[in-house]
């Protein structure tokens, strides 16, 4: 049994603190928020949707206290090159359920968990000079901070980052009293999210969401371009000046969702947040002065923009091989060729894809992913859909869980083309062809004024 402190009760924290629990370790984590401090004085880290193999590793740990709140099936995509003007819409169905349960109640609930199986909890704020002290007394010290400044003891990994700035400003939003089922709304899934992609603006998203107080809503937020027309919400003060700002957003620039979203309200006074920061890889092995080294792990390992969805599951797939790699550990020595080697084999293993996916949906369409988002044009997203055009919306959204399915597709023309050929029986090229045609009608109906009817979501939409 090895002695291993923890710094951080978020979902990095407190599931690597259970499942090292599980293993027969004495575990403590020095937290600043105490579990209740979790439910009454900040707001949810991030919307923090988690896919289905993310979800597993609950399971395994018996902590999937919420599996039957907002089962959320599919993702429907709208894609706008110019502003005003839905270019393409995309519905993928999941193959398994994804859930976005408020990260408050889960931090409050796992920190219950975790006492009760023997984990036992500080509350304080951790410097410098007491990470010394913890590091000194264990035998492992893992800094799951979030994007806390005691961070600044992990040097950002230049090899593996590619961003030196925010590449957009973030306002999030936990929304009641709308529609849950949005299938007035072309949205064919019990529980889907929805994303609305600009290419000059930046993103919207709205994710089904399982409210901290008990019960459903949605999560939403803003992506905006640096300067770009999302780049509104500097000024905010409060949630509700926030959230006014959304409506007067919604209303000029996504007037298809605005019917859905006018009498929206803050689901909680906390329910909002505001900012930036820069996506990065750092170096996981941290040397404190005194020579002592500590771990990175989660998002002060690897932060992601929240574009893609893979924060949060990025933390599991950290905390799956660090699972891994101190089960094997026979000698029970964490010194730093051992977290080096254990950071290295999850991002060789799924880190590296899931840095490529979600980073390329902070650039220009590449050519592959292109063919791929034209290759889906007219799925539906039901379930008894066995087009051609289906699978290439389904392989997409399921990369959302898994970055190594189909990542390669999105980047490579070579891979994206033999994928479309896979699917279609080597008809890749006339899918092609005939999807760019009704596109192209779609579009000049728009011009005109008229429904987009080439399309199974015209009669839906405006
Ligand atoms: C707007 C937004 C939307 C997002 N949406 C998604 C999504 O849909 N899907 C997804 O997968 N990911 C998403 N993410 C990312 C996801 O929320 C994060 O990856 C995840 O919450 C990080 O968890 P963590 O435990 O590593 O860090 P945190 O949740 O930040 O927890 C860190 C903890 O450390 C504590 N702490 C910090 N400093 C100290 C200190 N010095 N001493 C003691 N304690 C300290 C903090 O109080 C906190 O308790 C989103 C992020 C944002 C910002």
Known sequence: MSKIAIIGSGMSGLLAGLGLLKQGHDVTIHSALSAEDWLTKVPPTGTACRFASSLDLE??????????????????????PKMGRQLIDLMGRLDRMALAIDVRIQSYRWTHDFQERGGKVIVENVDLARL???????????????????GRIFEVDKARTVYDKPQRKLAMF??????????????PFEYGIKFNFFAT???????????????????????????????????????????????????????????????????DPKGWLKGAFT?????????????????????????????????????????????KSAEANRSSTFDAEWMQATFDAYYEEIGEATNAFNNLLLEKIT?????????????????????????VANAFV??????NSFTRQMLEPQASLKFMNEVSGGRAGRVDIANKLKIGKGQIRQVLGL????????????
């Open 451 to 462: 429904p987009r009817s080439s399309h199974p979501l015209a009669r839906m939409t405006p």
């Open 59 to 80: 399971r395994e740990l018996g902590v999937n206290h919420w599996e039957n709140s907002t089962p959320i099936n599919g993702i429907h995509l709208t894609f706008c």
């Open 132 to 150: 010394e002290e913890i590091a000194a007394a264990a035998d492992l010290t893992l800094v799951a901070a979030g994007k806390g400044d005691i």
């Open 174 to 187: 936990v929304m009641k009293n709308l529609e849950l089922d949005r299938s007035r709304d072309g949205i």
């Open 279 to 323: 996506p990065c890889v750092k170096h996981p092995v941290g040397t404190l002065p005194s020579g002592r080294n500590v771990m990175a792990l989660g998002d002060m390992a690897n932060a992601l923009d929240p574009i893609g969805g893979q924060g949060a599951n990025n933390c599991y797939r950290q905390i799956r091989m660090l699972l």
């Open 201 to 267: 603006a930046g993103e919207q998203f709205s994710i089904p969401y399982w409210h901290k107080d008990g019960f459903q809503c949605w999560n939403a937020i803003f992506e905006a371009r640096p300067g770009g027309v999302f780049d509104r919400f500097d000024d905010c003060q409060t949630g509700e000046e926030l959230l006014a700002r959304v409506k007067e957003l919604f209303k000029q620039y996504i007037p298809w969702d605005y019917a859905w979203i006018r009498n929206a309200e803050l689901a």
């Open 367 to 391: 050519p592959a992913a292109q063919r791929i988002l034209i290759g889906q044009y007219g799925s539906d997203g039901r379930p008894d859909n066995a087009s051609v055009h289906q699978k």
């Open 398 to 403: 399921n990369n959302f869980d898994d970055p």
